[in-house]
């Protein structure tokens, strides 16, 4: 089972492509005790919790470590309910919060993502505080912290104006010792044009030259170390996969929350059933530009009809974008 906690939807950056923030109308709300109690009076009531036999708890925001009581409260909830060497805890972080309360959650969790850029003009360009001011040394200083003591994967959102820097960006990491990184094109970016794909495949094979020819065999990078493939299965939204937001609305994924269309429960009123079959039913129906691609058991779009939805304005037109990072994930497969 795999529950998303949103502790909270604030967050102490202004990052100038958050899809979470539109005009800067950021919702403040913070997850309190009594939907965390809701939350798994209603989770551990399902059928679907007893065959469980591992449990993913999330921790997103906003930035999540702004709650750190709601968190605690959560890990002190499911070890009640459940052996902790069934839980898996994750969150990804901005990096600016590393006080001994924030170590301490950090200490426990089981998968931590710290999002930086790049180098500091790279990373600035985007990731500031509320006042304008870059967050680069701060979070840097904080993820160099965390992997003293604890594995982290970096996390590196791409868009078309850093795609140019992509091959400087992930050297960049690699020589200060990080050997987990993550580039994620940015779907929500509205500029990228046909004649970018180019330029994105280029900065990625300029990538994958520089880990094979500089030794870095232990690093895993996105879209350029070998990943085996593996087939989408079908959408778990609301079966085992759930996102809890901090008023207790339920969304089927990250993708779809804000978008109160589906919105399939409450934790103070339970699931709507009739919604989450809707989304198993529409998730059946193929996605009408994929049919006959060699991708089309792996990428998201020919599975998730919600994700198209939010991209390209289709629930059955898939995302160039999307198109394209699983083509890299098939190149990245076939170099063994």
């Known amino acids: 089972m795999d529950i998303t906690f949103w502790t909270t939807q604030d967050c102490n950056l202004n990052c100038r492509y958050c899809y979470n923030r539109v005009g800067n109308n950021i919702k403040k709300e913070y997850m309190s005790y009594k939907v965390i109690k809701e939350s798994f009076s209603l989770l551990t009531g399902l059928e679907e919790w007893n065959k469980e036999e591992r449990f993913f708890i999330s921790f997103h925001g906003g930035e999540p470590l702004l709650n750190c009581d709601a968190i605690e409260?959560?890990?002190?909830?499911?070890?009640?309910?459940?052996?902790?060497?069934?839980?898996?805890?994750?969150?990804?972080?901005?990096?600016?919060?590393?006080?001994?309360?924030?170590?301490?959650i950090i200490k426990k969790l089981d998968n931590i993502s710290v999002s930086v850029d790049g180098k500091s003009d790279i990373h600035n360009l985007y990731r500031v505080y509320l006042n304008g001011e870059g967050s680069f040394e701060r979070v840097i200083k904080t993820a160099k912290e965390i992997s003293k003591y604890k594995k982290i994967r970096i996390r590196v959102?791409?868009?078309?104006?850093?795609?140019?820097?992509?091959?400087?960006?992930?050297?960049?990491?690699?020589?200060?010792?990080?050997?987990k990184i993550d580039p994620i094109l940015d779907m929500f970016d509205s500029h990228w044009v046909d004649e970018d794909e180019e330029l994105i495949i280029e900065q990625f094979r300029r990538v994958k030259n520089y880990v094979q020819e500089n030794g870095y065999d232990e690093a895993s990078i996105a879209g350029v170390t070998y990943t085996?493939?593996?087939p989408k299965g079908i959408c778990d939204g609301g079966v085992t996969n759930f996102h809890i937001l901090p008023d207790g609305t339920i969304y089927p994924?990250?993708?779809?929350?804000?978008?109160?269309?589906?919105?399939?429960?409450?934790t103070d009123q339970g699931l709507y059933q009739e919604k989450i079959n809707l989304i198993q039913k529409m998730n059946d129906i193929e996605t009408n530009n994929c049919i006959g691609c060699s991708m089309y058991k792996y990428c998201p779009s020919s599975r998730c009809k919600l994700v198209n939805k939010r991209i390209s304005g289709s629930y059955n037109?898939?995302?160039g974008i999307m198109c394209l990072e699983s083509r890299l994930q098939l190149e990245a497969a076939k170099c063994v």
């Not at 994924?253 to 409450?266: K, M, N, P, Y």
Request: charged letters at 20%.
């Open 157 to 179: 959102t791409v868009t078309h104006k850093t795609i140019l820097f992509l091959y400087e960006t992930i050297c960049f990491f690699l020589q200060e010792g990080f050997n």
């Open 73 to 104: 409260e959560i890990m002190n909830t499911v070890e009640k309910a459940v052996a902790r060497e069934k839980i898996v805890y994750g969150m990804t972080t901005n990096g600016t919060l590393y006080g001994q309360r924030q170590k301490e």
């Open 228 to 230: 085996p493939l593996t």
């Open 317 to 319: 037109t898939a995302s």
């Open 253 to 266: 994924c990250s993708l779809a929350v804000g978008d109160t269309e589906w919105i399939i429960g409450r």
